[in-house]
């Protein structure tokens, strides 16, 4: 099973996207995979220029030579596609939306019915493989990750991609302090590895897993004061 997962964090493997996407590729390669992992920060991807190049001058294939070229065949022969990303104001962060806007050329201009929806067929006739989102933000509920999912969910269908769900962690900051502190959420990252083994190994993430993955940390009045006295102080430093 082949996996490709991409990480838009600016911080790539040091920030609190990548200490949840960690873990959960970890667990996938546990079961098997073959997994690649990409951060957009690494990448040069230009912006799409909105001239349909891509699909009437050259099919398939954007005139823009960056590396959308090497990461187009993986992203439509892959099995499971892991995009990870920060929150930042209600959606994505905007390199990996940027990626996606590139992922064009993977469709035809001509529309299909599909699941009674008008849709553009995919270029190779291939529809299907797998989607997970893996994604933390700053703010303490959890139902700030909820446009950002029904977008991609939307994307999705418009892929003709399977959403396997997503392993989503409110109040992330918190998270890794309180692990570098040994503080009791070792749960958190090992119910990560665990999502990544069972979508493998079963084909499904456990709802029990994924929970655990947003389970809260502390109460939101803790929470709030402390996220504040952080700020406070960081911004005496600064002064």
Request: charged residues 20%; positive net charge; glycine residues 10%.
């Amino acid at each position: 099973m082949k996996v490709i997962a991409i990480n838009s964090s600016p911080m790539t493997d040091k920030g609190n996207t990548a200490a949840i996407l960690a873990p959960f590729l970890d667990g996938m390669k546990g079961a098997g995979a073959i997994v690649d992992i990409y951060y957009t920060k690494k990448l040069d991807i230009r912006p799409c220029q909105g001239d349909f190049h891509c699909q009437f001058k050259t099919p398939g294939k954007c005139f823009q030579r960056d590396d959308m070229e090497m990461l187009l065949p993986l992203l439509s022969d892959v099995d499971i596609r892991v995009f990870a990303t920060p929150l930042y104001l209600d959606g994505m962060a905007a390199p990996l939306k940027n990626l996606l806007d590139r992922i064009i050329p993977l469709g035809c201009p001509s529309f299909e019915l599909r699941d009674g929806h008008s849709r553009h067929p995919t270029r190779n006739g291939k529809v299907g493989g797998k989607v997970v989102l893996v994604s933390t933000c700053g703010f303490w509920e959890i139902d700030n990750f909820d446009p950002l999912v029904f977008h991609m969910r939307a994307i999705c269908k418009n892929f003709g991609w399977e959403f396997a769900g997503a392993l989503l962690r409110p109040h992330g900051p918190i998270c890794r302090v309180m692990a570098g502190r040994g503080a009791p959420v070792n749960d958190i990252f090992q119910a990560a590895k665990d999502a990544g083994h069972q979508l493998v190994a079963d084909g499904v993430m456990s709802s029990l897993s994924l929970a655990t993955v947003s389970r809260p940390l502390i109460p939101l009045e803790d929470y709030i004061k402390g996220a504040n006295l952080g700020a406070k102080l960081k911004q005496a430093v600064i002064d």
